[in-house]
């Protein structure tokens, strides 16, 4: 793991010029810390191996990490013929974020332990009465979650939110949002800090999605991803060797506003024969009333694509096509281990988009010879950003922590 400095700023707390945070020293604690969290249960020895610190040095921040409660001796490794092993690992009930996934017309709220399982979940419609309300609603269903759950205030360390759109440099306002368009300029953080009583931090939700399929997925935590999230629109995060892209708006990755067709249809970004104008659900469903002569909505039209419906296969089938095109290319530019497609938007179709994707770049990927690129679906598929974003925030806030130490 490679941990940022904060961001400079000047006496009036805004960020100074000069672009992305430099990079500081790694500390070894957040390094073992780490480890710890991915591959246990593990012996000091084998972290002594895998991070390159002698054992006194392992023993001396492991014996700390357990003071704080981080980190639990989970019993012994099995003998080689001489003395067992004492196992390490997360003390996953010690520490707990919230996430929240937005979207135009619902809200997913989850709770996350340290060890990185959902051990809650909440879904409820919102956006009708405009952000106040519908930030106030937010944070009532998380304190309602969190008293289900039984969980202590205390043991939350803070709350990582996801919306779809960009963020100003601080991550305290909405800058704009083409699915949320009245939350631009709203101060979500202060908001919602000021109605939940915990730190909250602003994610994009593609950026989040990846950056928790990278930690708690399966691609691998020094893997190169692509996330694609499709609800109402198509976003994305990029995940490079185990980093996070962050980007001045906190959304690199937008792979909606890849043009696939010059000739296609206006897009709302402005640009013409973008992916989402071409691909998003919205095309797929006008596409299909136009061949079948009657208007469903995209869960409807997916599921008769699965049965083989002919204008549904056809409207799907050319959404998924043009998704691959744009895919081929991040693929070709950034040289990608994984695609993932994560979000609503799919519906039961996602595996006509898989398999669409997946021979184009078996086909076309210029690595292809060197290495495959796999293309799956999230593990938390319809609630990707939402685990996303409690991910973040545990490793910012406990990163901090073990920094301090």
């Not at 205390?154 to 709350?159: D, T, Y």
């Not at 089938?317 to 693929?331: C, E, F, N």
Request: aromatic share 2%.
């Amino acid at each position: 793991m490679r941990p940022e400095e904060p961001e400079r700023r000047d006496a009036r707390g805004a960020p100074t010029p000069g672009g992305a945070p430099r990079r500081r020293r790694v500390n070894n604690r957040e390094v073992v810390l780490e480890e710890i969290r991915a591959r246990a249960p593990i012996s000091r020895v084998e972290l002594s191996g895998i991070v390159g610190l002698t054992p006194a040095a392992i023993t001396s921040i492991a014996r700390r990490l357990i003071a704080e409660g981080l980190v639990t001796e989970s019993g012994h490794s099995e003998s080689t013929g001489g003395k067992r092993r004492v196992l390490l690992e997360i003390n996953a009930a010690s520490r707990y974020a919230l996430g929240a996934q937005l979207t135009a017309d619902s809200a997913t709220i989850v709770v996350e332990g340290l060890g990185g399982a959902v051990v809650g979940r909440s879904r409820f419609r919102h956006g009708v009465d405009g952000p106040a309300a519908s930030t106030t609603r937010v944070a009532q269903a998380a304190a309602e979650l969190l008293s289900s759950l039984g969980l202590r205030p205390e043991s939350i360390v803070g709350f990582g939110v996801a919306v779809p759109g960009g963020l100003d440099a601080s991550r305290d306002v909405v800058l704009d949002s083409r699915v949320l368009p009245e939350w631009a300029g709203f101060r979500l953080r202060n908001a919602l800090e000021d109605a939940a009583r915990v730190p909250v931090r602003l994610y994009n939700d593609g950026a989040a999605a990846a950056a928790g399929e990278a930690w708690g997925g399966a691609a691998g935590k020094d893997s190169r991803l692509l996330l694609i999230q499709m609800d109402r629109g198509i976003g994305g995060g990029i995940v490079l060797d185990g980093a996070p892209l962050g980007g001045r708006l906190g959304r690199p990755g937008e792979i909606g506003h890849v043009v696939v067709d010059p000739a296609g249809q206006l897009c709302r970004c402005g640009g013409r024969g973008c992916l989402e104008a071409v691909a998003a659900p919205a095309a797929v469903e006008q596409s299909y009333a136009a061949l079948a002569g009657r208007r469903l909505a995209m869960n409807r039209v997916a599921a008769l694509a699965l049965r083989n419906d002919p204008a549904a296969l056809a409207a799907v089938q050319a959404s998924a096509d043009a998704m691959s095109q744009a895919v081929l290319g991040a693929a070709n530019l950034l040289d990608l281990d994984h695609v993932i497609l994560a979000g609503s938007g799919f519906g039961s179709a996602v595996s006509i988009y898989i398999e669409t994707i997946q021979r184009r770049l078996d086909t076309a990927f210029l690595g292809r010879h060197a290495h495959p690129v796999a293309v799956r679906e999230s593990l938390t598929m319809r609630d990707a950003a939402a685990v996303g974003a409690a991910e973040m925030v545990l490793k910012e806030q406990v990163s901090q922590q073990a920094s301090s130490l």
